[in-house]
């Protein structure tokens, strides 16, 4: 953690992110200095500390199994970029 | 004078007595954004015709009603546009249903008016993050309003609304309050349904009110609070009458001034005015004693891992399919996401979601997340030893004044440094609320400063209380810009 290392490439196709090579340049510089602060982590013994997901500890939230009313499909679709015969339009993802 | 420039507890009485309407008030706040918003920015859109349809059968019996509240560009509002001061979602998109705050403060009467400028998906604290517009502090114009909802701020502090609604993940609703001379509250997490709020980091969200006094925030907490099914961390708790707290008096309160705030780095004038709200507090009798959270040096980080871990989840949903933007020509479906994201983020936001991705990637997941949650684990600690001692922690709300628009653009870690006292009560899901306590004078414009109070989880009472008694016996908030 002390040095860190990244891969801005791989972390920009991870994030789904087309980045230009001017953008790669400058985030990766400034996101290691933002890397390099987060070492103050390293000023306390950790280890045996449990960690905190949420600040309320709520868990096993259900609500009575009984059906509600959504979206209609028209709403839903409304804000679509693309839209076909009710339903989203996207890319191909199944090969032929 | 313009109605414009009142608060709710005023503009009810007159309303109650017939004196005016809520039609009056819409008006004369159309008539204020016409004037000033060219300027302040602190509005991206206000539709006064639906706010006038409103006003016409608002019941004027009801807690908040016929009063027009200016709401952040991430909360929906059906049928209104609902932006996140992003390219992403500026095109076209209409929000198709009430956010759970939305539906509460129209339960209580109040008119939803016109959507505040932000920084994009609420990251940052200066609103220069928004692709969609400059927003100006009220105060001096060539200076940041601060942020995320610096739209909401600079509207109520700048007398283009009566009050707003903004978000606070780190400090979002009380710096850019602090910034323009505003009371901002960011409530306990889970008082305040999120639903319909666009999730920037869930743990740490919270809506809150930004008013002109302390009453009406109270006023405005009456409905917002309450459980909301849609959102499975709203608590299941009864309501309180907030405004009971109100004008109750502070003698015997134990404030607590923790001694890792008060070091290097605060701006002498704010230190100075932070230290004679102290006395002022303390001739009210309140009795102030030093306090420790040692895990102060960490937050920043902690937050920094954790926030943008969360967003870079969060955003995952905009993939240029269901709505927001899409990319034309895509080559297949990778292509789609790639290209649509790159267009449609700004570049704190690309910064986020990459920081966020990278801390959550293998390998780094137990040496950056985890750490972080840990880390979370002890300042949450900080804030439950400290109030076996005191009922409210005191510190400035910023370190550092509003600074001048493009002054720290290409030094995010600049602005990440100034949310050190606003962060940590996200982390720690508390109250805290920011109160005017006086001016610095930078370049020859005086410059409003923010004072927190920081409560114990569920006890907004205490801090409304002791922010009214700290409130009535100055007279900042009564100076306009």
Do not use: D, N, P, W
């Given at each position: 953690m002390s040095q860190p290392t990244l891969d801005i490439?791989?972390?920009?196709?991870?994030?789904?992110?087309?980045?230009?090579?001017?953008?790669?340049?400058?985030?990766?510089?400034?996101?290691?200095?933002?890397?390099?602060?987060?070492s103050a982590l390293e000023h306390h013994d950790l280890s045996a500390v449990e960690p905190t997901q949420h600040a309320m500890p709520i868990y096993d939230v259900w609500r009575e199994d009984e059906s509600r009313s959504g979206f209609t499909a028209e709403e839903a679709l409304a804000n679509a970029p693309r839209q076909s015969s009710g339903q989203f339009l996207m890319p191909r993802v199944v090969e032929e | 004078m313009s109605l414009a420039t009142e608060t709710i507890v005023s503009l009810r009485k007159r309303l109650l007595s017939k004196e005016i309407t809520s039609a009056d008030i819409v008006r004369d706040l159309a008539q204020a954004i016409e004037k000033k918003n060219p300027t302040i920015g602190a509005y991206l859109s206000v539709d006064t015709e639906a706010a006038l349809k409103e006003a016409a059968c608002a019941d004027v019996s009801q807690p908040l009603g016929g009063i027009p509240i200016a709401i952040k560009d991430n909360i929906n509002v059906l049928g209104q546009p609902c932006t996140c001061g992003s390219k992403m979602l500026a095109e076209n998109y209409t929000s198709p249903y009430n956010a759970g705050s939305i539906n509460r403060l129209r339960e209580g009467g109040a008119i939803p008016m016109g959507r505040a400028n932000m920084d994009e998906f609420a990251m940052g604290s200066s609103t220069e993050n928004s692709a969609l517009g400059v927003t100006r502090n009220p105060w001096d114009h060539e200076r940041i309003p601060g942020g995320s909802s610096g739209g909401s701020a600079a509207a109520v502090g700048g007398d283009l609304a009566i009050a707003a609604l903004g978000s606070d993940t780190g400090g979002s609703i009380r710096q850019p309050a602090a910034y323009c001379g505003c009371v901002g509250l960011k409530p306990t997490y889970g008082s305040v349904s999120r639903y319909g709020l666009v999730a920037f980091a869930s743990s740490l969200d919270q809506i809150g009110p930004i008013t002109k006094t302390v009453e009406d925030a109270a006023l405005v907490l009456n409905h917002l609070c309450g459980k909301d099914q849609r959102d499975s961390t709203s608590l299941d708790i009864s309501v309180p009458d907030f405004t009971a707290s109100i004008g109750q008096e502070i003698k015997g309160l134990r404030i607590g001034l923790p001694k890792e705030y008060f070091i290097a780095g605060i701006h002498a004038g704010i230190s100075a005015a932070v230290h004679q709200a102290v006395k002022q507090l303390e001739s009210l009798g309140a009795i102030i004693e030093e306090i420790s959270l040692p895990h102060t040096d960490v937050g920043i980080a902690t937050y920094y891992i954790l926030a943008p871990a969360e967003a870079s989840a969060n955003l995952s949903r905009f993939d240029g399919v269901r709505y927001g933007h899409r990319a034309e020509n895509p080559v297949d479906v990778l292509d789609l996401y790639m290209k649509s994201r790159a267009e449609g983020f700004g570049p704190e936001v690309k910064r986020r979601i990459l920081l966020g991705t990278y801390v959550l990637s293998s390998g780094y997941y137990d040496a950056y997340y985890i750490k972080a949650q840990r880390a979370r684990t002890l300042i949450r600690q900080d804030f439950t030893e400290a109030f076996k001692k005191v009922d409210i922690i005191l510190s400035p709300t910023s370190p550092v004044p509003p600074f001048k628009l493009g002054e720290h653009q290409d030094d995010p870690l600049a602005h990440y440094l100034a949310d050190t006292f606003t962060i940590p009560p996200n982390l720690a899901g508390l109250p805290a609320l920011s109160v005017p306590c006086g001016f610095v004078n930078e370049g020859g414009k005086d410059l409003p400063v923010g004072l927190q109070f920081v409560g114990k989880a569920l006890d907004e009472a205490t801090l409304l209380r002791v922010g009214h008694a700290y409130e009535q016996s100055t007279e900042w908030h009564l100076r306009k810009p």
């Open positions: 490439h791989k972390i920009a196709r991870l994030s789904r992110l087309a980045l230009t090579e001017e953008e790669a340049t400058r985030f990766e510089s400034q996101l290691g200095k933002v890397l390099e602060y987060m | -």
